[in-house]
């Protein structure tokens, strides 16, 4: 059973940046995809962006296009979310999933492991 163990949330103003980590139990990336989701109070879980286990591409939602980076470091089996300029409207708990074959863009129920979330306050 893979575990997935995010880190790096906490409390920055509107404009600064955070980089959450997501750690692994073991050599999950091939031929795992991995992804982040994100749940804000109120509101149903969202995909925020994902790097496939082939190729290494990245996609992300329009909503942090351009912002949002994603990479992983197969050493250390190990997802990185790079997140700058943050709005307000970034506020949610960030999870990380794996997915098994997945590639592009990746839905909830496609997803076979979940860490158990990290919160990211982003105060204006």
């Known amino acids: 059973q893979v575990q997935l163990v995010e880190s790096g949330g906490g409390l920055v103003q509107a404009g600064g940046s955070l980089r959450l980590s997501c750690a692994a139990s073991?050599?999950?990336?091939?031929?795992?995809?991995m992804a982040w989701f994100r749940q804000a109070p109120g509101k149903e879980r969202e995909f925020v962006g994902s790097?496939?286990?082939?190729?290494?591409?990245?996609y992300f939602a329009d909503s942090v296009k351009g912002r949002f980076t994603i990479s992983r470091d197969n050493v250390k089996n190990t997802l990185l979310l790079q997140m700058n300029s943050l709005k307000p409207e970034d506020t949610a708990m960030y999870y990380c999933?794996?997915?098994?074959?997945?590639?592009?863009?990746?839905?909830?129920?496609?997803?076979?492991?979940w860490g158990k979330g990290t919160l990211v306050t982003v105060s204006s």
């Open positions: 999933s794996a997915c098994r074959l997945c590639t592009g863009y990746m839905t909830e129920d496609a997803m076979d492991y």
């Open positions: 790097i496939n286990w082939i190729h290494g591409n990245t």
């Open positions: 073991e050599r999950i990336f091939d031929p795992y995809s």
